[in-house]
């Protein structure tokens, strides 16, 4: 922590502060789970860039520098709000290739086969990340691929000293490599653990890099880095094949388009569920005040749950690839339909979750990275990525130097099966060559009068979507500064399996005992590390922009 801090400040003395206090700015700000890569993204942005020019700077930088989650081999999702005030998004979900099939993780007796969908080649969906950078780079960027990759081409060449955060990141994966030398080299010193401060180099990652800055997309879909991919999955039985890649294609999507209480609320749509959960909480929300009732108080809490409740119920039944499965996106976040689906909630007395087959609590690291950017024109971007669980499948690519994502898992592998967030789903969320799967990441702008109030955004799994409610609901209910809003403890429900998981301090022991004594059941501490989500964000007061890293983990806002 000690040593990025210190980079940051001293390469970039605009810094006028380190997390957890907010950084205030007003030209620019960037806030990401990498010193590094925020200060990519804000250099972009001093040299003329905008706020799109620095999404894509610190895409790439955290490919290098945040390999746990940032990528190459993954995908994600962008929300951005242009200066004008229209909102778009971008889709660059993984799919599944070609060869995929609707039971392909099972055996011939139905049975699901340990490990497949997660720590396998054939665990991978054919990446959409690069393609997603510069796609939005070419239609709302105004640098050239060489200006906005320049710094991560530099840190995978000359490498960084590695914080203690990413020795222990390392150290906690690099058993699971054994069987993938390829991996164990590059994230071992010559075959030993790497110490804090160590120098981490990564040529072939500087290689594939510079040659996407030279050919574009085409430089990682075909040629030399898509042959390297399919290379890759043929030791090891994976599916992703050149057609595959050379098929991929970014989607601009509508987005998903909400208020609450007088705010816009501009989410992700299928196929992330991310958006329609949001804004479908927020509208069974609305009705009660949540100010009154108080931050933390069993009866506040109690409703958020209720909420979670039934809105995961629906992410299992609905929510899908809208270029495959009728998603009735507008139905779910009709406010109509909120009141109906909450005319059963009772302010003293929790409901019991449907009882078909219950997931269970995933113990492995759930891994995704989200960033906000924003310039002083009004330009802001919330970019979540993801390679699935903490460094994907934990497979490098040999010869190219990236992981690559363990995505397939995000598909119900088996109805009614919980995936390793213990989510459950069916038909909508089926495997199917060529479908995305369905996504719980909910990059998110909150926009008032049309332009950006809040820029947020989440990791953690299925966790990510009631992690945005509530800096959501903190921000505007609570009218917490964003410091607050971010830092305070959370807590998350998602129907099955039945059970409350929070932060230590989220949630008092007499507060326990009400909700107990209400119905609600299964509390348990967050599993990981840091805590519920790394909600990296910006908020927009009185024209100044103010930057929030999540204190839960490393990471820096860095503003100017
Ligand atoms: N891989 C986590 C998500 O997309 O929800």
């Known amino acids: 922590m000690r040593i990025i801090l210190t980079l940051g400040l001293l390469l970039f003395f605009q810094v006028q502060a380190a997390s957890p206090g907010a950084i205030h700015a007003s030209e620019g700000m960037v806030v990401s789970r990498s010193a590094l890569a925020s200060t990519a993204g804000v250099e972009i942005m001093k040299s003329g860039g905008n706020a799109i020019d620095a999404a894509v700077a610190t895409g790439f930088a955290l490919a290098v520098t945040y390999p746990s989650a940032g990528n190459l081999g993954g995908g994600g999702f962008a929300v951005i709000q242009l200066q004008d005030g229209t909102v778009v998004t971008l889709d660059h979900r993984e799919t599944a290739p070609g060869h995929a099939s609707r039971d392909m993780y099972l055996d011939k007796d139905g049975t699901v086969i340990q490990g497949l969908s997660r720590q396998s080649h054939a665990s991978s969906g054919v990446p959409g990340t690069v393609d997603g950078l510069l796609t939005l780079l070419e239609k709302y960027g105004t640098k050239t691929r060489r200006e906005v990759m320049a710094t991560a081409i530099r840190l995978a060449r000359e490498g960084f000293p590695l914080s203690r955060d990413m020795t222990e990141q390392f150290a906690g994966v690099l058993g699971f490599m054994q069987d993938h030398p390829t991996s164990h080299k590059v994230f071992s010193n010559n075959g030993q653990a790497y110490r804090e401060g160590d120098l981490w180099k990564q040529p072939d990652l500087a290689d594939t890099l510079e040659i996407i800055a030279e050919k574009g997309r085409d430089?990682?879909?075909?040629?030399?880095?898509?042959?390297?991919?399919?290379?890759?999955?043929?030791?090891?039985?994976?599916?992703?094949?050149?057609?595959?890649?050379?098929?991929?294609?970014?989607?601009?999507?509508?987005?998903?388009?909400?208020?609450?209480?007088?705010?816009?609320?501009?989410?992700?749509?299928?196929?992330?569920?991310?958006?329609?959960?949001?804004?479908?909480?927020?509208?069974?929300?609305e009705p009660h005040d949540l100010a009154g009732m108080g931050w933390g108080s069993a009866a506040a809490v109690h409703v958020l749950i209720e909420s979670e409740r039934r809105a995961y119920a629906d992410r299992s039944e609905y929510l899908g690839d809208p270029d495959y499965y009728p998603v009735p996106v507008s139905k779910l976040i009709a406010k109509d339909y909120a009141r109906q689906r909450f005319s059963d909630f009772r302010a003293d007395q929790a409901s019991n979750s449907a009882t078909i087959t219950p997931g269970k609590w995933s113990e492995e690291s759930?891994?995704?990275?989200?960033?906000?950017?924003?310039?002083?024109?009004?330009?802001?971007?919330?970019?979540?990525?993801?390679?699935?669980?903490?460094?994907?499948?934990?497979?490098?690519?040999t010869g190219a130097g990236f992981l690559l994502n363990n995505e397939m898992d995000d598909f119900s592998i088996r109805e009614n099966t919980a995936n390793q967030y213990g989510l459950l789903g069916r038909e909508a969320n089926s495997i199917e060559a060529g479908k995305r799967m369905l996504s719980s990441m909910s990059p998110t702008i909150v926009s008032r009068e049309g332009k950006p109030y809040l820029i947020t955004g989440s990791p953690g799994g299925s966790t990510i979507i009631t992690t945005v409610l509530q800096v959501i609901v903190n921000v505007i209910d609570h009218k917490m500064g964003i410091e607050d809003a971010v830092a305070l403890p959370r807590f998350h429900h998602q129907w099955q399996p039945d059970g409350v998981?929070?932060?230590?301090?989220?949630?008092?022991?007499?507060?326990?005992?009400?909700?107990?004594?209400?119905g609600h059941k299964g509390f348990r501490n967050f599993p990981f590390g840091g805590g519920l989500g790394d909600a990296n964000s910006i908020l927009v007061k009185e024209g100044e922009l103010l930057g929030m890293k999540d204190p839960r983990n490393e990471g820096l806002a860095v503003g100017y």
């Open 366 to 397: 759930i891994e995704t990275t989200h960033f906000s950017t924003m310039d002083a024109a009004g330009n802001a971007v919330a970019l979540t990525t993801t390679l699935n669980s903490s460094f994907g499948n934990r497979i490098v690519v």
């Open 219 to 285: 430089g990682f879909y075909n040629g030399r880095i898509a042959e390297l991919i399919v290379a890759e999955m043929q030791r090891g039985n994976g599916l992703i094949s050149l057609q595959d890649l050379t098929n991929y294609r970014s989607v601009w999507r509508e987005p998903v388009h909400g208020t609450y209480r007088g705010y816009d609320i501009w989410g992700m749509p299928p196929p992330s569920s991310g958006g329609v959960l949001v804004v479908e909480m927020l509208n069974m929300l």
């Open 501 to 518: 998981i929070y932060d230590p301090f989220a949630i008092s022991p007499d507060t326990l005992a009400i909700l107990g004594k209400m």
